[in-house]
């Protein structure tokens, strides 16, 4: 299914609801979104406020386990923030421009930056789960673009230059981040694979060699509708599991229960990185 011409429209239609829901909160000046079992850093916001993503017009409903689909507004280190709770995928039915569309709604809401995080499989050899990856590039193996259709130039361009899709700077405030709490950072190559599978160890061997050192199911045509409005973008990878064949099984409770043991890093991560916005902005 193709975005209606009008998606800027909608995307409207959609800020104004949530603000006229919410009334009181603070515009936010930094967006989230919370991948596989990484929502629990909604519970470090203060004067927190949600909106289940039900009660949000053009919202999809996420049916996978560890997405709570919830959108959440709070301070972070005492910054307004706003997250999705959870996202939908394409392996769900749902179109790619539609499961792009929280992450435009975030942008219009004013954001000044767009922070993507996922749970990931490593490809890289020396990978452990638990670990962080900073993404800075990617390769879209889904088989689809968020932004096929018509274009709303009141969006962004028809043709989008993705050679600095993942921002320089933030990177640099992420890198920061990283060292100031002690959390080792990685950085690399996400590759998006349509799923709902796990890969086979071939399709992992051949991501390998084309120069990407993570797999997951989201986060391009979130980064993509970002950029295409024009809000910078960082990305996180959370290396839940190694990737097939580099390990013996693959299972979503394993991503889960990773996800959940790399709670107290990602957050801090996560604040760190907050925390470089004090004051200044982008
Ligand atoms: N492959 C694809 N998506 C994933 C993985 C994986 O190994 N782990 C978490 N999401």
Redesign the pocket.
């Known amino acids: 299914m193709l975005p209606p011409a009008s998606l800027s429209a909608l995307v409207d239609a959609s800020a104004s609801a949530i603000k006229n829901l919410l009334p009181h909160v603070a515009p936010p000046r930094l967006g989230f979104v919370l991948g ?1 079992g990484l929502g629990f850093l909604v519970e470090r916001f203060e004067n927190s406020f949600s909106l289940p993503y039900a009660q949000i017009p053009h919202f999809a409903t996420s049916s996978v386990q560890g997405h709570e689909g919830k959108l959440v507004f709070g301070l972070l280190c005492k910054i307004p923030v706003v997250a999705l709770q959870g996202r939908s995928h394409a392996y769900e039915g749902v179109a790619p421009w539609h499961s792009a569309f929280p992450s435009r709604v975030l942008c219009r809401l004013g954001i000044e930056a767009l922070v993507l995080t996922n ?3 490593g490809i890289e050899a020396d990978m452990r789960p638990g670990e962080f990856m900073a993404i800075v590039d990617h390769i879209n193996f889904s088989g689809a673009n968020p932004l096929t259709g018509p274009n709303d130039p009141s969006l962004g361009p028809r043709f989008l230059d993705l050679s600095r899709l993942y921002c320089p700077h933030l990177l640099e405030r992420m890198r920061k981040a990283a060292k100031a709490c002690a959390v080792p950072l990685r950085e690399g190559v996400y590759a998006m ?1 349509a ?1 709902p599978a ?2 086979t160890p071939a399709e992992i061997r051949m991501l390998r060699m084309l120069g990407a050192q993570a ?3 989201s986060t391009v045509y979130e980064a993509m509708a970002a950029h295409h409005m024009g809000t910078p973008v960082a990305a996180l990878s959370c290396i ?2 190694l ?2 064949g580099l390990a013996p099984l ?1 299972s979503h409770s394993e ?1 889960m229960q990773t996800s959940a043991q790399a709670a107290a890093q990602f957050c801090a991560l996560l604040e760190g990185f907050v925390h470089t916005f004090k004051g200044a902005h982008l």
Do not use: D, F, K
């Open positions: 596989s749970a990931a499989g694979m799923g796990y890969e797999v997951g199911m839940s599991n990737a097939a693959l991503v």
